[in-house]
């Protein structure tokens, strides 16, 4: 999961290189989440017009958890 974001991420900033995705450990509710990490530059080409890429991001993120009967949360930090 976490290289799926961050390839995803990759693709869509001018820096690839400041991109970096870190994982918390599982809480209680039994939520693994993400946190995305990008330039300051960069921050509104991840987040997009009305946080419409943000929200394709997530919706991969949990497309993907679902098959692997998991749930995640992905934050944009």
Do not use: C, F, W
């Amino acid at each position: 999961m976490k290289d799926l974001l961050k390839v995803i991420a990759q693709g869509l900033v001018e820096n690839p290189d400041a991109v970096s995705v870190t994982e918390d450990e599982v809480n209680e509710e039994g939520i693994i989440v993400y946190h995305l990490h990008v330039a300051q530059e960069d921050m509104g080409r991840v987040i997009g017009k009305q946080g419409r890429i943000a929200k394709s991001i997530r919706t991969i993120a949990r497309s993907v958890a679902i098959r692997n009967n998991t749930k995640v949360m992905v934050e944009i930090d």
